[in-house]
């Protein structure tokens, strides 16, 4: 297993910084906001210095009810690549629903969703995660995922459902401590039970992440320092396992340097804390787990060094061998069918359109659910739409100074996304200009003009503003 050390989220903004922090073994970039045949310059660096880079996607959603999309695999593919990474890493979650599988229109939800812990939606899960494997010219692991929400009639726990997942398909974990927390905050989810119950054995690596609670809510930022809760979450995780990797991500409000330089060293002595208190013969091995040991497929190229805080001949990577043991008088593990039961993908997907579409189309509540929990979630939503819109059409709220975010927020009440950020951005422009605003001519002449600039067309006439209000009645229904 790559030993990966201690890194942190790579992100434009903070690149400079990132190039020149101490002690940075590895680094993460977001597949999505790189091309591989036009590396960043400072990734370029990175890597011309031994910098292990892992491409970490956030728009497979194969916790939803159809196929993994060829396309968006190839890419993600090309990207690890042209890394040269050891391994890529997704989310076990859904970000679209709908579509020709449940007969009603495809939605984009623009953020990471749960998928519920049944039998159902782990069999879909599996076999998604086969055809990614297959596909994938590298090892794949998964994230589990923060939520605000919890699906009414769930069959199996967190580590449960992270634990079948891995004995089916022999995919990897990434653990992301700061989301324990999140769900321990709004869900009631205790994360020591969690860590208890997953393989830690096939951890890859671990995230760890700030945020912030507001109203009894905790809300995955990636933009407020660590907490102590969440590090105490990941000692719990070190004092039963060495994690072969431990990043720290920021995606946003970044902090000086220096900032960033304290909180790596800081995660790096709660690693080292963690496994030096725990009793040595309680420490575990994975030549005494009943699962098959997850190994970097040959040629992949292995940087860092061993985590701070592991005696020597404790490594995981260094005991892993090529087979594990069997343990004496343990019955072997359950064979599983790896493609899912009959109808089981489209009740999944009838069930994860319901909720997308309540929670971006104004859509009732499916029956099981907090409805005050999914207005939240609802808000968060719309509220990160916005936040992502501004950054990729920043000339947006230059035109609209202060209207911006009330308009954008009303625009997305009643409108989801269909077709990424970027066409959502034009889709807000043209709305406003179909309802004559802004009101300001000199602001709506601008507005025009930049719609007209990225959309080559004129503003739509009468039938075309009809067919359109059409179309967003039936998504709302």
Known sequence: MTELGIGIGWRPEIAEAVEALPGVDWVEVVAENICADHLPDSLTRLRERGVTVVPHGVSLGLGGADRPDPARLAALGEKAVA??????????????????????????????????????????????????????????????????????????TEGQFLAELVERTGVRLLIDVANLHTNHVNRGEDPAKALAELPVEAIAYVHVAGGVERDGV?????????????????????????????????????????????????????????????????????????????????????????????????????????????????????????????GARQRVGLA?????????????????????????????????????????APELPEILGKGFRPAFLAYARTRPMTGGYRRDALDFAEHLLLADRPEDPAARRRLTEWWQDRSGSRPPGRALRFARAARHALVRR
């Open 83 to 156: 890394l040269g990474a050891p391994l890529v890493t997704e989310h076990i979650a859904f970000v679209r629903a709908g579509g020709p599988l449940t007969a009603s229109p495809l939605l984009e939800a623009g953020h990471l969703l749960p998928v519920p812990r049944t039998r159902d939606a782990l069999d879909v899960l599996c076999e998604n995660v086969r055809i990614a494997q297959d596909a994938l010219p590298v090892p794949l692991a998964l994230e589990n995922i923060a939520a605000l929400i919890a699906w009414p009639g769930e069959e199996l």
């Open 218 to 342: 905790w809300h995955d930022t990636h933009a407020h320092p660590v907490p102590g809760a969440v590090l105490d979450v990941l000692a719990d995780l070190a004092s039963r396992v060495s994690p072969p990797g431990v990043l720290l991500e920021r995606d946003d409000d970044f902090p000086p340097a220096e900032e960033l330089a304290t909180e790596l060293t800081v995660i790096r002595e709660t690693v080292a804390a963690g496994w030096t208190a725990r009793p040595r013969g309680a420490r575990p091995s994975v030549r005494a787990s009943r699962r098959a040991p997850l190994l970097i497929g040959a040629g992949a190229r292995v940087s860092g060094g061993p985590m701070p805080g592991a005696p020597a001949g404790q490594d995981l990577a260094q005991e892993s061998g090529s087979v594990t043991e069997p343990v004496p008088g343990q019955a072997p593990a359950p064979v599983h069918e790896s493609a899912p039961r009959d």
């Open 352 to 392: 994860q359109a319901a909720l997308l579409s309540a929670l971006v189309a104004g859509t009732p509540a499916p029956e099981g659910f907090d409805s005050r929990r999914l207005g939240v979630q609802s808000r968060a939503l719309a509220a990160k739409r916005a936040g992502v819109v501004a950054k990729v």
